[in-house]
């Protein structure tokens, strides 16, 4: 099955709705920092996006020290981003 890249005009979209995240340096992907109150905040974030990510089966790569969670998306198979990243962004903004 083959995915589709979002086009140009579809990312330039994504990033000017979602201010918050950030084109990375090589426009493969976008990228966001989460801060909590404390840890058991950020897991419990963690925990949600996790459910939602094996239920899109698209799964983020992210980091994570006490507070502060940074999210990385990005589409392997379309060797940048897809539909599969913004429904993702939509999915971790309705946690919000």
Do not use: C
């Amino acid at each position: 099955m083959s995915i589709a890249e979002l086009t140009d005009a579809e990312r330039e979209a994504l990033l000017a709705a979602n201010p918050d995240w950030t084109l990375s340096r090589d426009g493969k992907a976008i990228e966001r920092t989460f801060k909590f109150g404390d840890f058991n905040e950020a897991w419990g974030f963690m925990n949600r996006v996790a459910l939602i990510a094996e239920k899109h089966d698209h799964h983020p790569e992210w980091f994570n020290v006490y507070n502060r969670v940074e999210i990385t998306l990005t589409t392997h198979d379309a060797d940048g981003l897809s539909q599969r990243d913004v429904d993702m962004v939509a999915a971790i903004a309705a946690l919000l």
